[in-house]
Every structure is written in C-alpha cells, then in structure tokens.
Nanobody
Framework: EVQLQASGGGLVQAGGSLRLSCAAS????????IGWFRQAPGKEREGVSC????????YYVTSVKGRFTISSDNAKNMMYLQMDSLKSEDTAVYYC?????????????????WGQGTLVTVSS
C-alpha cells in the first residue's frame, strides 16, 4: 500500500525558509515520479515541484523557480522541499504525491497517490 506523509510546515515570516519532508512507503522511488503540491484557500491544487525517482529530473512551477529546491533520498524513501525566500502567496497546505512511471505523464501531471498535507503559513 502506497503511503505518504508530509511534515515540516509551520508559520514563518516572509523572506524566511522552511524545509518540508515526505516519508513514503509501499513503493520504490526508482519506479515512481514523486512531488509536492499545494492548495491555498479558495484555489485549486497545483503542482509545485516534482522529481522522477529513476533519473532525478526535476520540474518546478514558474512561481517557485529559484526559491524552492526538491530533493529525494531514494535509499530512505524520503523526499524534501527546501523553501527559501518565502512569500505570502506561498501560504497553502502542502501535500506530497506519487505516480507510477507507467502512468505518469510529465512533471506534476496525473498523480494518483496522496498523503495528508502540512500547513505552511507565510506572514507578511
């Protein structure tokens, strides 16, 4: 059974940093694309950053490029999101997601598995 659990959210001032972690189980990173998604109040969920476990190809949504860095430790089945220079518009519940490479389309599209989110609040 695929399980994902995000952690590391919190309250931070604009310009600050946070590091999110995602603990995964039930699958092998090499066979999946994994990523971070977020949903702000009143908005649809959007893909923030995703990575393919096999070759480490990274995708970032334009709004976070240069500020966020995705990484993974395949041996530990852990994924991370280092978020720097945070802005108030980054406030959202952040989720980790996973998609088998067999059904994965590209970037942060067509993910099947989701964990519970962690709330990130950026105060201005």
């Amino acid at each position: 059974e695929v399980q994902l659990q995000a952690s590391g959210g919190g309250l931070v001032q604009a310009g600050g940093s946070l590091r999110l972690s995602c603990a995964a189980s039930g699958f092998t990173f090499d066979d999946y694309a994994i990523g971070w998604f977020r949903q702000a109040p009143g908005k649809e969920r959007e893909g923030v950053s995703c990575i393919t476990g096999s070759d480490g190809f990274r995708y970032y949504v334009t709004s976070v490029k240069g500020r966020f860095t995705i990484s993974s430790d395949n041996a530990k089945n852990m994924m991370y999101l280092q978020m720097d220079s945070l802005k108030s518009e980054d406030t959202a519940v952040y989720y980790c997601g996973a998609a088998p490479l067999q059904t994965w389309v590209a970037g942060c599209v067509e993910y099947e598995y989701w964990g519970q989110g962690t709330l990130v609040t950026v105060s201005s």
